[in-house]
T-cell receptor
Framework: GAVVSQHPSWVICKSGTSVKIECRSL??????MFWYRQFPKQSLMLMAT?????????EQGVEKDKFLINHASLTLSTLTVTSAHPEDSSFYIC?????????????FGDGTRLSIL | GQNIDQPTEMTATEGAIVQINCTYQ??????LFWYQQHAGEAPTFLSY????GLEEKGRFSSFLSRSKGYSYLLLKELQMKDSASYLC????????????FGAGTRLFVKA
């Protein structure tokens, strides 16, 4: 079964709206979660690393004020797309790594398809 | 910088064998992963290599050569459901278990 739950699956909203996406690890505690964005037929682009109890680490070119990340507990990270515009429309995917061993793969949520009108 | 290269698309026939290559240049190396991603879905884990050699798991095998910065994913007895994108991903030695993904190889399996 799924070990990472992401919600919602689909969001369609008007330009200027802020959208919150939740990512939960179900079977383990995740001190680190990752947020990716994927445009059609392109690769996963890492946006930021979410760290429990501390500030997220953003990749170069990702606006931290635009994409707010909160990792308030060991099982939940949230990504808020603030004042979303049509160019923010994309497939957003979170992942978490089981902490036992450096060879553990990332487990991905099912993704959130965001469409801004 | 980080760079991962893999072919954009490949086509193969049902029942055949296909090899998807991946070359990488990263800041250090802490392992290489292969993921499968069907259109509109999240990636699912296929394999992990950290030492040189071949890892076999059913119809899927993955090979790694660290000195050459090279890996391949081998799919045997191809089935129609294997049509998907295959993502090569490397964990550089930058701490935090960050993983960098290649652009993916879209595999089309035809009857």
């Amino acid at each position: 079964g799924a070990v990472v739950s992401q919600h919602p699956s689909w969001v369609i909203c008007k330009s200027g709206t802020s959208v919150k996406i939740e990512c939960r690890s179900l079977d383990f505690q995740a001190t680190t979660m990752f947020w990716y964005r994927q445009f059609p037929k392109q690769s996963l682009m890492l946006m930021a690393t979410s760290n429990e109890g501390s500030k997220a680490t953003y990749e170069q070119g990702v606006e931290k004020d635009k994409f707010l990340i909160n990792h308030a507990s060991l099982t939940l990270s949230t990504l808020t797309v603030t004042s979303a515009h049509p160019e923010d429309s994309s497939f957003y995917i979170c992942s978490a790594r089981s902490p036992t061993g450096s060879n553990q793969p990332q487990h991905f949520g099912d993704g959130t398809r965001l469409s801004i009108l | 910088g980080q760079n991962i290269d893999q072919p954009t698309e490949m086509t193969a026939t049902e029942g055949a064998i296909v090899q998807i290559n991946c070359t990488y240049q990263t800041s250090g190396f802490n392992g290489l992963f292969w993921y499968q991603q069907h259109a509109g879905e999240a990636p699912t884990f296929l394999s992990y290599n950290v030492l040189d050699g071949l890892e076999e798991k059913g119809r899927f095998s993955s090979f790694l050569s660290r000195s050459k910065g090279y890996s391949y994913l081998l799919l045997k007895e191809l089935q129609m459901k294997d049509s998907a994108s295959y993502l090569c991903a490397v964990r550089p030695n930058t701490g935090g278990f960050k993983t960098i993904f290649g652009a993916g190889t879209r595999l089309f399996v035809k009857a």
